[in-house]
């Protein structure tokens, strides 16, 4: 079964601790749907189109899972904590087997 990952890219944090909030409220709920934080922040080299800006990824069994965790009361609660705080494009995708 193919894993499904969280890809989050943030082009803007408008107010860190809407983000601060937010993480407080999102580690414990990703953890509980599955999930495992690859990626947070860190270094960025930007090639092509890209823009070097932070990066989350986070790995779970499935991409069912992967969904489910996002659509969690938990995780749900976490967004309303981020509200405006950021601009981000945020993707849900399934890895290859």
Partial sequence: MAKGYWVSS????????KLAAYNKLAGPAVKAGGGRT??????????????AERTVLV????FEQAVAAYESAAYQ???VA??????RDFRIVEGVD
């Fill in 82 to 87: 981020l509200a405006d705080g950021v601009e």
């Fill in 10 to 17: 943030y082009r803007t944090i408008a107010d860190p601790e």
């Fill in 38 to 51: 690859l990626v947070r922040g860190g270094r960025v080299v930007a090639h092509d189109a890209g823009i």
């Fill in 77 to 79: 609660e976490a967004l």
């Fill in 59 to 62: 790995e779970f069994g499935s």
